[in-house]
């Protein structure tokens, strides 16, 4: 079983960025995304990267996030730039799109001033 570790996440800014990291345990070839779950609201996917590569975003997040991987690494990166307030929420990674591994811990990202 392949376990997922995320990091990253803090307190800034509207405006600001930061860079998520998703670390898995073992070799992990497939398809990834991220996603987010806000208080009250249900989890979302918002990026979703191949194992080749390609990707796609949510409408919310397009143009400000940027989904990545290091396959050597075994581990999924989340660039998130222009943060806004609406943005904050607990950030987890998982297979895409549909999550067939189990959850991680997740990382808070909280966008406020």
């Known amino acids: 079983q392949v376990h997922l570790v995320e990091s990253g996440g803090g307190l800034v800014q509207p405006g600001g960025s930061l860079r998520l990291s998703c670390a898995a345990s073992?070799?992990?070839?497939?398809?990834m995304g991220w996603y987010r779950q806000a208080p009250g609201k249900q989890r979302e996917l918002v990026a979703r990267?191949?194992?080749?590569?390609?990707?796609n975003y949510a409408e919310s997040v397009k143009g400000r996030f940027t989904i990545s991987r290091d396959n050597a690494k075994n581990t999924v990166y989340l660039q998130m730039n222009s943060l806004k307030p609406e943005d904050t929420a607990v950030y987890y990674c998982?297979?895409?799109?549909?999550?067939?591994?189990?959850w991680g811990q997740g990382t808070q990202v909280t966008v406020s001033s």
């Open positions: 998982n297979t895409a799109p549909n999550y067939n591994l189990s």
């Open positions: 073992g070799s992990n070839l497939y398809s």
């Open positions: 990267i191949t194992s080749g590569g390609s990707t």
